[in-house]
């Protein structure tokens, strides 16, 4: 992991909250034509930690004047879950299903191209912000995951920067490329397109 992740989460508070501020990073700035995508890498134990710090970060930013739309994907998935109908159902037939039939059911109704996308589309579309913060990542696996929300929101997420809240590592090198692995041992895919927000000068 990078020094900077493994310093006291009060240290990295204050990083994000000077990087995020910056006329640099919202103008998205040295970015070299790639999509304004951010991964925050965070160690899984530190989960209500974070959860706190981005509500306290989210404050900060719109005292600022800069606003943030939060999405929590797994606020998002019981959201769209309500909408179609579907959630109380999952819940009187949860003990009842497989592991395999429960995934298999989530990963139709929340399909990131065809539902969830779409949906976080709806909420850029609500009102002005100037970044994205995603969250809730971890609480989704296996249904979703995350290389696929963020391969879908290539080409509609490109005009303000994101940033996403991910429980693991994202690990960048020459010879194996790019990976999110979440929780630091389940290896969610190569993404290769975003940028290590630790890494980021201001």
């Given at each position: 992991m990078y020094n900077l992740q493994n310093r006291l989460i009060a240290e990295r508070y204050k990083h994000l909250l000077n990087a995020i501020s910056s006329e640099r990073f919202l103008k998205m700035q040295g970015l070299g034509n790639e999509v304004p995508f951010f991964?925050?890498?965070?160690?899984?134990?530190?989960?209500?930690?974070?959860q706190r710090n981005i509500a306290s970060l989210s404050n900060a930013l719109n005292n600022r004047g800069i606003r943030v739309l939060n999405i929590d994907l797994y606020e998002l998935s019981i959201e769209l879950l309500k909408k179609r109908g579907i959630w109380e159902r999952v819940l009187e037939n949860e003990?009842?299903?497989?592991?395999?039939?429960?995934?298999?059911?989530?990963?139709?109704v929340l399909d990131p191209e065809h539902h969830l996308i779409p949906a976080i589309n709806e909420k850029m579309d609500e009102g002005d912000f100037d970044v994205m913060f995603i969250s809730g990542v971890g609480e989704v696996f296996p249904y979703i995951r995350s290389h696929t929300v963020l391969n879908n929101l290539q080409s509609t997420a490109k005009?303000?920067?994101?940033?996403m809240f991910f429980p693991g590592e994202y690990i960048q090198s020459l010879e194996e490329g790019?990976?999110?692995?979440?929780?630091?041992?389940i290896h969610d895919d190569k993404y290769y397109r975003a940028f290590n927000i630790y890494l980021y000068q201001v």
């Open positions: 991964i925050c890498p965070f160690h899984p134990q530190e989960h209500d930690e974070m003990a009842e299903m497989s592991k395999a039939e429960l995934k298999e059911l989530l990963q139709s005009d303000k920067p994101t940033v790019a990976s999110l692995d979440l929780f630091g041992k």
